[in-house]
């Protein structure tokens, strides 16, 4: 019975605070992402985010007018951020669906580097080293292979598409504004459909993410990225 009280009061807390969230009541701080404008409150932003605490305690211009401007991060992420303060958690969500080619040759170097040898082929005794990448002709021939095979059972956790891209710029966003507890949230939304979404090119616009928004010394989405490729091989085609 105890237990269940300690619940009710749980639950009863994130109801007001999703509350605050929802429409903004008592909000003293407006946090700016494209079009969006996050009417949010410094009690529970700042002591969650090392950004926030320093951009609202410091003397800067954010501090006095209590408006903070995030002009290069994506309003998507940013969003999700935000309601995971509130929610300890954030939803499933459609963002536009950006071709993996497309996306490639918008930064062909950084793209690059997700596909290096060292990482994502394996020596196989019996036939020597792992596959190389081979042609775009190569590659669209295997990628329309790929799509056409039929997922998997899908776990109820997993939404009904994949939300990779997503959880990669959620993940860097965490380690952007010092909110560690997101990172793991987003390293495990990440992990489960991208075991789950291998196929999907989303999958390939995310491995770009990851390379192209952690540090090399960050190794936690990027080793999940070279599980999973190692385990798809075919992907290298």
């Excluded at 269940?4 to 994130?14: I, K, P, S, V, W």
């Excluded at 954030?90 to 996306?103: G, L």
């Amino acid at each position: 019975m105890a237990l269940n009280r300690t619940q009710e009061r749980g639950d009863a807390l994130l109801r007001c605070l999703k509350q605050l969230f929802d429409d903004g009541t008592y909000s003293d701080l407006t946090i700016v992402c494209g079009d969006n404008h996050h009417k949010v409150h410094k009690a529970i932003v700042c002591p969650r985010s090392e950004f926030f605490a320093s951009a609202c305690n410091g003397p800067f211009q954010e501090g006095e007018s209590s408006v903070i401007h995030l002009p290069e991060d994506d309003p998507f992420a940013v969003k999700a951020m935000l309601h995971y303060l509130y929610h300890l958690d954030y939803p499933f969500m459609a963002v536009p669906v950006v071709d993996a080619d497309e996306a490639a040759m918008s930064q062909p170097f950084t793209f690059r580097c997700a596909y290096q040898p060292n990482e994502f082929t394996q020596t196989d005794p019996a036939t020597g080293p792992g596959r190389a990448p081979l042609s775009k002709k190569a590659k669209k021939k295997t990628k329309e292979s790929r799509c056409a095979q039929p997922c998997s059972q899908r776990p109820e956790s997993v939404p009904p598409t994949p939300n990779l891209c997503l959880y990669a710029k959620v993940y860097a966003l965490g380690e952007k504004f010092g909110i560690k507890d997101l990172k793991g949230l987003a390293l495990d939304k990440f992990h489960a459909e991208a075991e789950h979404y291998w196929q999907s090119d989303d999958f390939l616009h995310a491995i770009q993410e990851v390379y192209n928004s952690t540090i090399d010394e960050d190794r936690l989405l990027r080793d999940i990225v070279v599980e999973v490729v190692n385990a798809h091989l075919e992907l290298l085609d």
